[in-house]
C-alpha cells in the first residue's frame, strides 16, 4: 500500500520523528545474537532481558495479526559547552536525560500515529506501541527496516542524524510497502542500506561512498571502562551507563576511577563518533530540551539533594524512571547520590569533604559506602579525619568495610 505508507510516513514527520522506515512483522532479526548475547552473562543484573528472550524470537508475540512493524526515530542531539562538560567538579548527566522522559513523548505521538492510521483503514483494533516498553530489539528492528545502521558502538546510527536518537515503534496489522527507501532529510547524504559486508552494514551515501564504521574504532578505544568486548558486544557489567542506572547495588571498585565524572549514564562512544560530528544539528523538539539545572550541574549541589529536592529537581525526566526494583531494592535517590559521591571521588577535591562526611555518617548505607571510598580519594589526605573517627563507631557491616578499605588504600596510596 504504498500510498497509505507515504500518508503515513508524512504523518509521522507530522508528529516530530525524525526518522521512519517499515519493515514486514516475523521473527526478530539477530534474536541469536541476542540469546548469545545474555548467555554469555553481559547483560548483568538486567533480569527482563533474560525474561524476554522467548517473547522477542518474534514481533508477532507481541500483537498476532500484526503484518508491519513501523520503527521511528527521535533527534536528541544538543549542543554541550565543552567546558562544562569536562569540568571535574561538575556531574555529567546523558544527553538522553537531559530533557522530558522520552519513553512519554513517544509513547504518546506512536499512539496518535496509530490513531492516524486506523482512521485511514477504518480499523477498531488497537496496534502496539513498543518504547522500550516491550520485549522488542529496537536496534535490530530499526536497521532491518532500514533507519540506520548499527556502529561498534552497537549504537543505531542514522547518516544524516547520527546516533543521538531514541527508537521506538509500533506494530499494526496493515501491510505497508516495505520497499521504499528511508525518507530523505534535508541536506541528508544516505539512501538505503545495501546489506552486510561480512561484520559492517553499509549504507550507499549520494556522493557514491559507503556510510559504515569502515575501519574507524574511535569509541572502542575511547571507553573509559573497557566495556566492549570487540567490535559490536558491549560487556553492560562494565558500561558506565548500566553502572550508573540499572545497577542498584554497589559499584565494583575497579570500575568506579573510569566513571570520570557521570553521575547517570554515559555518552562517549557516541561523543567520539565522526557521524555524530557530522550529524544534522541539535534536537528542536521541545520536550527533549536540556533542563537547564541537568546540564553539567555542580557536584556539590547534587552532594546537597535530599530525596524530595532530588524528586523536584529529576521530575519528569528520564532519572526518575531508574526504578527500585534491583538488587537491594533502593530507590533512585539512593542510587544517584551513590553515583554522585563515585564523582566527587573522582574529583578529589577537599571542598566536597563536609558533604561526603554527611553522608558517610547519615544516608543508607548504598550511599554511605561510596561516600567513603570518595573521601579516601581527596587530595592530600582530606578525608582521613573523617574515616578515622568513623571507623570506632558501630558501623553497618558493609560500611565498616568500605572505611577501612578507604583507610588502607590511603594510607597504601
Ligand atoms: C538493555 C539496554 C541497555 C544496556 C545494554 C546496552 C547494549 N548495548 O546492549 C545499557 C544499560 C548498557 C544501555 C546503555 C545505553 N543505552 Co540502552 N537500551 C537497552 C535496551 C532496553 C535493550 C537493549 C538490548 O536488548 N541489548 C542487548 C544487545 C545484545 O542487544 P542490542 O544492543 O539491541 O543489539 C542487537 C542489535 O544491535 C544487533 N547487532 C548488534 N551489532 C550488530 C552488528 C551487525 C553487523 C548486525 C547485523 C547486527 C548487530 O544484534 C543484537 C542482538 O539482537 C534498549 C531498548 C530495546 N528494547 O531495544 C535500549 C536502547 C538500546 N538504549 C538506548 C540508549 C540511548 C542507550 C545509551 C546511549 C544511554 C546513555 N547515554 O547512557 C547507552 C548506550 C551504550 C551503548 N554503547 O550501547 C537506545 C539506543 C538508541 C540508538 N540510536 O541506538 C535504546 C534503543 C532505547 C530507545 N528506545 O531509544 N542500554
Ligand atoms: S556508554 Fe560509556 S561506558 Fe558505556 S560503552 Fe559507551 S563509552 Fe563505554
Ligand atoms: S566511533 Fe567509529 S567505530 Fe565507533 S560507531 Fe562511530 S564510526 Fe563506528
Redesign the pocket.
Known sequence: MPFLTSGLVAQARELGFDAVAIAPAGPSP??D??VR?VEAGY?GA?AY?VRHTEAKTDARALLAEAQSVILVGLNYAYRADPALRHDPSRGQI???ALGDD?HEVMRAALIELDGWLRVQTGRSSHGRVF??SAP?????WA?QAGLGF?GK????IRPGLG?Y????GLLVPERLAYDEPPPRLDGERAHAPTG?TG???QWRMTGGGMGTCGRCRRCLNACPTGAFVSP?V?D?RR?I??LT??LRGEIPEPLRPGMGNWVF???I??EVCPWNRRGQGVSVHSRLQPHPERLSPPLLDLLALDREGFARRFRSSPVLRAKAAGLNQSPPWDGFLRNVCVAAGNWGDPAAREALAAHLNQSPPLVAMHAAWALGRLAGGAGGDVLATAVDRALEPGVKAAVVAALTGRQAG
Open positions: 539477530d534474536h545474537r541476542y548475547w547483560g538486567m532481558l546523558a544527553a538522553y522520552y518504547v522500550d522488542v530489539l529496537e536496534r535490530s536497521q548499527i558502538n552497537t549504537c543505531l546516533s536518537l531514541f527508537l521506538g552486510e561484520h559492517e552494514v559490536y558491549l553492560a558500561c551507563s548500566y542506572i540499572e549514564g554515559c555518552d562512544c557516541q
